[in-house]
């Protein structure tokens, strides 16, 4: 395929996959700025006086970072997990995989997919934010946009993943559930790990989440629990891993070809 | 130039079923082939393979002279495909189905929306090109798979079981379809379990059974091979005895219908002048069942199966011979 048709391609699944989100915008963009508007209200700002400052911020402005980032994350997952996954259950994935479609063409579509509902869905709990709180000038802007970039791409990736192993419906709950969720809750989202005991603080390394959440707070509130250079490096590699396991999945045909 | 040359190719699943044991099949471009077996005989597996949908564990395919294998972006670029089941989008118009098919072809938009207009007035579905993909009948949603592997106009169209619980009617206008599409130069690959379909629209015939052709050629040499054919006569007046010959196997089947078996060495005219001289008058005379589907029956039964499995191909061959 010439360099034009294969981005005739590309824009083809992205454009589907656009339209699939924005056409259910009540299932997709409506909730995360419900639930996002109630975790401003109650832990920053029913809570959040009582704890006071954190990293020299109030509480409520130490925490919005994280919460956008859970957004991204959540979102960018969900995205691609239940998209693919349809597209599985209903054998329309055969409508690529029948095309002069890469494989690695169809991963960017989907990732591309993935990354462009969590940007949205960010820029709508930053929305929120702002009547919550005063984020300060962003201290550095390009690490913001590199860091949710970043992080939706990664996450699209291990939604891609999940895609691709579930054989049903629950299948693509159970991780988000009880991988995810924990996962990002133990990040660092609500909390400095320097609150915690020495120990816990160790284990919290290796969390891949944290790293993620203290760059883009770094990246908004110039304070960090973790090294920023560690963050975008650990981030890096998880995208390389898990983009050629990715790929490898499509090329052996798991769980979309017998 | 062979369309499609499929060389010993083989399937096992998972599951340790042997769907396809080194099957040899050459289609010439430009041939209407029906492909055609009973049930699990293997030709899903067939299309799947070609469609790049179900992993080969050996053997070839070639379109064109090109391995799908090395060669996928070419191969599947000639190659439109028309599955059993539906598999598209249930929430999406028929008109984004197809044009977003040709997306992946690297189709654009403006020559796609000109070729969805094209295929969907052709196939008349263009008044329904807005509605929703769940919302059509069976036969509608078939009939739009036609129309989306057709967007980037392929040179081999390969359909599996295409007017499977299709009223009569569409099935017809289906066939008229399919017969103008390889009238204007497209390769075309059938499979189907209306033999009468088969024997309709097709140039040849592949049987495929338990995973190996067990006979392939023209319409006209296998339907040769049908050793004898059965008639049935309708009578102008009531029966109550058989004439006494013994050159035609003969019944009643009630006092104004007779079956009567003709070989191949015998003739029609032999019959009729046996008929006149017990002075029976026919009023009609039709095959009791469709000749592919009574060769089709014949070639599948249990000798065929014993004779394949038990004494090897040969002797199976020999016993197809007789039939």
């Known amino acids: 395929m010439t360099t034009k048709k294969l981005l005739t391609a590309y824009k083809t699944i992205v454009s589907k996959e656009l339209t699939r989100f924005l056409r259910i915008w009540v299932q997709t963009l409506l909730p995360p700025a419900v639930s996002m508007t109630l975790y401003f209200i109650i832990f920053g700002n029913l809570i959040g006086p009582r704890i006071g400052t954190m990293g020299g911020f109030t509480y409520m402005q ?30 329309h994935v055969e409508e690529m995989l029948i095309a002069p ?22 820029l709508i709990v930053t929305v929120v934010a702002l009547f919550f709180t005063e984020l300060r000038i962003i201290h550095n802007p390009f690490i913001v946009c590199s860091v949710v970039i970043l992080t939706s791409v990664l996450f699209s990736l291990a939604g891609f993943i999940n895609a691709i192993f579930a054989k049903n419906f629950d299948d693509i709950s159970i991780i988000p559930t009880f991988v995810l969720t924990p996962l990002i809750y133990l990040g660092g989202v609500f909390y400095s790990i320097e609150l915690l005991p020495e120990i816990w603080q160790s284990i919290s390394l290796a969390n891949p989440i944290l790293y993620m959440v203290n760059a883009f707070r770094y990246g908004i509130l110039g304070v960090s629990d973790i090294d920023i250079h560690i963050a975008f490096t650990i981030i ?18 798991t769980g979309i070809k017998t | 130039m062979k369309a499609l040359e499929i060389t010993r190719l083989e399937k ?10 080194g099957i040899d099949l050459a289609v010439d471009e430009g041939d209407f082939l029906a492909l055609l077996g009973p049930n699990g005989a293997g030709k899903s597996t067939t299309i799947g393979i070609i469609a790049s949908l179900v992993t080969r564990n050996s053997g070839s395919v070639k379109i064109f002279g090109l391995d799908i294998e090395t060669h996928p972006a070419e191969t599947k670029s000639q190659l439109g495909i028309v599955p059993q089941e539906v598999n598209f989008s249930l929430f999406e118009t028929c008109l984004n189905i197809v044009v977003n098919q040709a997306g992946y072809y690297g189709i654009n938009k403006k020559v796609a929306y000109d070729r969805a207009e094209k295929y969907l007035s052709r196939l008349g579905m263009w008044d329904r090109r807005n509605d929703i993909s769940r919302n059509l009948s069976g036969g509608l949603k078939r009939r739009l798979m036609i129309a989306r592997a057709l967007l980037h106009e392929p040179k081999v169209l390969i359909l599996d079981e295409p007017t499977a619980g299709v009223d009569v009617e569409l099935r017809r206008s289906t066939w008229g379809f399919l017969k103008e599409t390889n009238a204007r130069g497209t390769t075309i690959v059938l499979t189907t379990h209306y033999l009468e379909e088969a024997e309709s629209l097709c140039k040849k015939i592949a049987i495929i059974d338990k995973g190996l052709i067990v006979e392939y050629g023209s319409m006209k040499d296998i339907l040769a091979k049908l050793y004898t054919e059965t008639f049935v006569l309708d009578l102008a007046n009531p029966l109550g005895k058989l004439p006494d010959t013994a050159e035609f196997n003969m019944r009643l089947t009630d006092p104004l219908t007779m079956e009567v078996d003709v070989n191949r060495d015998q003739n029609a005219n032999a019959l009729f002048e046996t008929l006149s001289s017990n002075r029976i008058i026919v009023r009609s005379m039709r095959n009791k069942s469709n000749r592919l589907e009574e060769l089709f029956i014949r070639l599948l039964d249990q000798s065929g199966v014993y004779y394949r499995q038990e004494r090897g191909k040969d002797d199976y061959q020999k016993a197809v011979n007789s039939i």
């Open chain 1, 101 to 122: 479609v890469p494989n690695w063409m169809i991963l960017a579509g989907y990732i591309s997919g993935g990354v462009a509902r969590g940007l949205i869905v960010g």
């Open chain 2, 12 to 21: 096992t699943y998972k599951n340790g079923f042997q769907a396809l044991k």
């Open chain 1, 62 to 91: 130490f925490i919005a970072p994280g919460i956008i980032m859970m957004s991204i994350i959540n979102n960018s997952y969900s995205n691609v997990v239940s998209s693919f996954f349809g597209a599985r259950f209903q054998r």
């Open chain 1, 236 to 253: 890096l590699l998880f995208i390389v891993i898990m983009s050629g396991f990715s790929l490898y999945l499509l090329h052996r045909g």
